[in-house]
Nanobody, 123 residues
Framework: QVRPVESGGGSVRAGGSLQLACTAS???????VGWFRQVPGKEREALAT???????TYLDSIKGRFRISKDITKSSLFLTMNSLQPEDTAVYYC??????????????????WGQGTQVTVSS
């Protein structure tokens, strides 16, 4: 079982940067791990995920401003966010899961979620 814990959220001005960290003791973060965010009243969206084959998928709307990385020695997953905009204001979540068959495709199913960390961007 994996129980991620997020940290690093806070308040910044538009154009600023933040780095979020996700820790899960002993976890390698090889695949089916990633970062998500949710605004109250809106659907949760995936920002950056490491897929079943180890490739990385980024949400188009973040336009290269965010980067996912990991440090295995610290059992940590990171999300580096640059050029933050007010539209990025949300609760950010780290999650982990396992590959599962969906039709004829092998996809990640996420089961273990952190508590979330608030990111607020002001203009």
């Amino acid at each position: 079982q994996v129980r991620p814990v997020e940290s690093g959220g806070g308040s910044v001005r538009a154009g600023g940067s933040l780095q979020l960290a996700c820790t899960a003791s002993g976890y390698i973060f090889n695949n089916c791990v990633g970062w998500f965010r949710q605004v109250p009243g809106k659907e949760r969206e995936a920002l950056a995920t490491i897929e079943t084959d180890g490739s990385i998928t980024y949400l188009d709307s973040i336009k290269g401003r965010f980067r996912i990385s990991k440090d295995i020695t610290k059992s940590s997953l990171f999300l580096t966010m640059n050029s933050l905009q007010p539209e990025d204001t949300a609760v950010y979540y780290c999650a982990a899961g396992t590959p599962e068959w969906k039709g004829f495709s092998l996809k990640c199913a996420y089961y273990d979620w952190g508590q979330g960390t608030q990111v607020t961007v002001s203009s």
